[in-house]
């Protein structure tokens, strides 16, 4: 029985940790293919948040329940909140250096943020 | 060297995470803009994080993951200091509360 267990879990564990390095791969492939630097960052955000995100759960399986499940918990938590806020950051960063979405149709919108976020300095 | 099963799936993760970061430094070395590269650095620095802890699993050694979360509070770190250094040219500057009169 335990050892039917064991293979179930090995089972999870290569799928999640597959599926995480298949994210990691869309996310750089995305990365070097997308025009601009918003959409770079969109690409970056997949491999950072999803991609890591599959390959700890998959260690987690992995571990049990240890001091090393843990750590990945805190880790996995880290890289969930700061992920997001850093791209955030360099999101506004790139628009108030006079970056420009390329892509057409959202250009109107854009200039429409960057006056509002001028504005309100 | 035969890999057991438990073994050859990390080797599976860091082999997709190495195809990952070569791409990564492609990108990184042709970014146009500081902020091409600054995504980059940031893309290149999770899959760092990964790569490290996938083979300190892979040795037996999950003591690795220290390194992992050390890694991760640099690497935020060290985006926002950039994004700092490059905004007001020094890391010193006291910044601004956004609405504040010039």
Known sequence: MSEVLEVVREVIAWILISAGGFFFIVSAIGINRMPDVFTRLHAASVGETFGSGLMLVGMIVMAGFTLVTAKLVLLLLFLWFMGPVATHAIARAALQAGERPTLTGIDAKAEKDVRKLEEGQ | ?102
């Open chain 2, 1 to 102: 060297m035969m890999l057991d099963r438990g073994e050859a799936m990390f080797v599976a993760g860091i082999a997709a995470i190495l195809v990952a970061l070569a791409l990564m430094v492609v990108r990184a070395l042709r970014g146009p803009t500081v902020f091409d590269r600054l995504v980059t650095a940031n893309a290149i620095g999770v899959a760092a994080i990964m790569l490290v802890a996938l083979y300190g699993f892979f040795i037996g050694r999950p003591e690795f993951l220290d390194i992992g979360i050390l890694y991760a509070l640099l690497n935020s770190v060290g985006t926002f200091a950039v994004l700092k250094f490059w905004r007001y040219g020094s890391l010193g500057h006291a910044g601004e509360e956004e609405g504040d009169p010039q």
